[in-house]
């Protein structure tokens, strides 16, 4: 009897793939333990998502997918440049918090030196850049930010100020005996990236030093 496969399959297949590949890395995770734990067989897991690679890359997409569609959503065109950027900022660190999955799928792409992420649309520049682009415009025009900010170092900063709190939640809290994975130790530093990222876009920041 032929196995009917519906989208409420490929879901739950996308949802465990993604816990695995998370847990395991590319490498580590086996289709046939991910077709164990849902509803469906391994054969079908090939046959609609063509092999592993297929698989992982349909975990990459809705990963960022996911970022994506909350920093498009975020509604900063309604709000002044500072609190537009305040928002984007603590959305991006929350939702780095509340899917640690994400961050451990983008250490192991890492690892593997980025070898399928150009693959996935959902993760190009040129779906965030632009709006990243059009906030930094607004605010020097309107006198919020200081001039020669860069979309791209803007985005780097918020992100690495965001993925840092989750990538090294273990090793941190053991060296310094910080709890990091609780709302409390969340919210405060939520509060002190936000700072950080608004006190260097401020029209009346200090001078960034850049290297001769």
Request: charged share 25%; proline share 3%; hydrophobic share 40%.
């Amino acid at each position: 009897m032929r196995e009917k496969f519906t989208e409420r399959n490929r879901k739950q297949i996308i949802e465990i793939a993604t816990t695995h590949f998370a847990d395991k890395g590319f490498a580590g995770a086996r289709v046939d333990e991910i077709a164990a734990a849902t509803a469906t067989s391994k054969r079908m897991i090939y046959y609609h998502f063509g092999s592993k690679e297929g698989l992982y890359l349909a975990v990459l997409r809705q990963a960022y997918n996911g970022i994506r569609s909350a920093e498009l959503d975020a509604g900063l065109d309604e709000l002044p440049p500072l609190a537009a950027l305040e928002r984007l900022t603590a959305l991006t660190f929350d939702y780095h918090f509340r899917h640690p999955e994400l961050v451990r799928l983008v250490m192991d792409e890492n690892m593997a030196q980025g070898r399928n992420v150009g693959a996935v649309a959902e993760a190009k520049n040129d779906l965030v850049l632009p709006k990243t682009k059009a906030l930094i415009d607004r605010g020097v025009a309107e006198g919020q930010f200081r001039e020669g900010l860069d979309p791209v170092d803007l985005h780097m900063t918020i992100s690495a100020l965001a993925f840092y709190f989750v990538s090294n939640r273990y090793t941190f809290g053991t060296i310094f005996g910080v709890d990091t994975a609780s709302d409390q130790a969340a919210a405060r530093r939520r509060d002190q990236v936000v700072e950080t990222v608004l006190r260097y876009c401020r029209a009346d920041a200090a001078p960034v030093r850049t290297a001769s």
